[in-house]
């Protein structure tokens, strides 16, 4: 017995449930679960190779002396646009 619960009532449930929906949605159900359970693994299993690609693959060095410039822009009028 499970907490009280023979097989007997257990079949009696099943029976009666068999009834109600009837096998082919139950089936339905089941896949349902079964496609769903294998798309949680999936995605646990996509997190863990994530999670691996988040580590840095180059070093970036910012120590080098380059040229740099000091750039304003500004949005041309319809005038300056005609004069061209």
């Not at 349902?32 to 190779?49: Q, R, T, W, Y």
């Not at 002396?65 to 005038?79: C, I, L, N, P, S």
Request: net charge negative.
């Amino acid at each position: 017995m499970l907490g009280g619960i023979s097989i007997w009532q257990l079949l009696i449930v099943l029976g009666i449930i068999i009834l109600i929906f009837g096998t082919k949605k139950l089936r339905n159900v089941g896949g349902d679960l079964g496609g769903a359970v294998k798309g949680f693994k999936k995605a646990m299993n996509e997190e863990d190779k994530a999670q691996d690609d988040d580590k840095p693959q180059a070093q970036v060095r910012h120590d080098e002396q380059g040229e740099t410039y000091d750039v304003h822009a500004e949005r041309k009028t319809e005038e300056q646009e005609e004069r061209k």
